[in-house]
């Protein structure tokens, strides 16, 4: 399995931002997609996560409400759509995989991709 992440910029306080990340998987039906986020200095952290086969998502508290994790099966592809984006949200942002039940828990996924880069500005 291989993740390809894109859609990192630079932004403002209070824009908004999709990454997306691509898989080579042939179905995902069986996955979680997730994504984490590693600030300077931070420990990576658990960011949002989606279960390919009933679409149901699920949120780290700091970004509930902000934050949406969806797919594509046509394209075997997931994105996180950022809004009210805030400076506390600059970190690399990572898309990673595993077979089986949904995690927060970074060690348990098997497969990441590359990281893209978000900066929010004040």
């Known amino acids: 399995v291989q993740l390809q992440a894109s859609g990192g910029g630079l932004v403002q306080a209070g824009d908004s931002l999709t990454l997306s990340c691509a898989a080579s998987?042939?179905?995902?039906?069986?996955?979680?997609m997730a994504w984490f986020r590693q600030a300077p200095g931070k420990e990576r952290e658990f960011v949002a996560a989606?279960?390919?086969?009933?679409?149901?998502?699920y949120y780290a508290d700091s970004v509930k409400g902000r934050f949406t994790c969806s797919r594509d099966n046509a394209k075997n592809t997931v994105y996180l759509r950022m809004n009210s984006l805030k400076p506390e949200d600059t970190a690399v942002y990572y898309c990673?995989?595993?077979?089986?039940?949904?995690?927060?828990?970074?060690?348990?996924?098997?497969?990441w991709g590359q990281g893209t880069l978000v900066t929010v500005s004040s």
């Open positions: 989606i279960n390919w086969r009933a679409g149901i998502g």
């Open positions: 990673a995989a595993r077979y089986g039940l949904y995690t927060k828990v970074a060690e348990t996924y098997d497969y």
């Open positions: 998987v042939h179905t995902f039906s069986n996955y979680v």
